[in-house]
């Protein structure tokens, strides 16, 4: 009778944890909701992983299986195509797996043209790795920089270019954050970290700072005023040629 009481009480709480955790997904579900209102954003409370587009390729998106977007919001501002969404993927199996979930911005937008990367926090096992070969793309003038991120991709010249003293100096401030870029697209997140509601206009925010340093990075360089030479004949008109970026 002990046993069966044992046994009863065992799937009571199983049953009580899945109840738990459908009632806080739910409510997550409708603050996400009423925050994409707020923003104008639309809003789905799930969708297909084609809602990546070419960012499926990327390290977050490559990783494990059951792969499910949740809570997703979409919307443009500032002439930038914003998608905020709960990413959430298994890996193992049985006994043996684990769900990750994180908050996740995708940024599309022309003013971008990345080489493809992925930067994100350095653990031991990259430090390890990297004394067998394993890239990571390290800054001598940052050392802070090259100390707590692992930065790889396949063009090493084209992502230090990319990485300007201003974008090296910004993540040195800052910790935990992952970001991945190719070509129009930028994404930015938090390893396993859900965002709470009220917080995702602080997370926009934040996400909106890194483009900016990514934008201008890659800006093409405005061409310094030339003075027109002198014509053969007369004074010289003075004047200023200026050549547009294109």
């Known amino acids: 009778m002990d046993g069966l009481v044992m046994v009863g009480g065992f799937f009571a709480f199983v049953a009580f944890i899945i109840i738990m955790s459908i009632h806080f997904d739910r409510k997550r579900t409708k603050a996400f909701q009423a925050v994409a209102a707020s923003m104008n954003f639309t809003f789905s409370d799930k969708a297909s992983t084609a809602l990546l587009g070419p960012a499926h390729s990327f390290h977050l998106f490559s990783q494990g299986h059951s792969k499910k977007l949740k809570r997703v919001m979409k919307g443009v501002a500032n002439e930038i195509d914003v998608k905020i969404f709960d990413y959430q993927y298994t890996t193992g199996h049985g006994k043996n797996s684990h769900t990750y979930i994180q908050t996740v911005i995708l940024f599309t937008s022309d003013r971008l043209q990345l ?5 994100r926090p350095e653990n031991v096992f990259h430090k390890i790795g990297g ?6 793309i390290d800054f001598d003038r940052n050392p802070a920089f090259s100390k707590n991120y692992l930065l790889r991709g396949p063009s090493e010249r084209s992502i230090r270019e990319t990485f300007t003293q201003d974008v090296l100096s910004y993540f040195e401030s800052q910790k935990g954050i992952c970001v991945e870029g190719k070509g129009n697209i930028v994404v930015f997140y938090r390893a396993s970290k859900k965002v709470p509601p009220h917080h995702v206009a602080t997370l926009l925010r934040e996400g ?4 900016g340093l990514f934008a201008q990075a890659v800006a093409p360089a405005p061409v310094a005023p030339q003075q027109e030479p002198p014509h053969d004949s007369g004074p010289s008109s003075g004047g200023v040629k200026i050549r547009m970026p294109t």
């Open 115 to 119: 080489p493809e990367f992925t930067m």
């Open 131 to 136: 004394a067998f070969g394993y890239q990571d």
């Open 208 to 211: 909106f700072s890194i483009f």
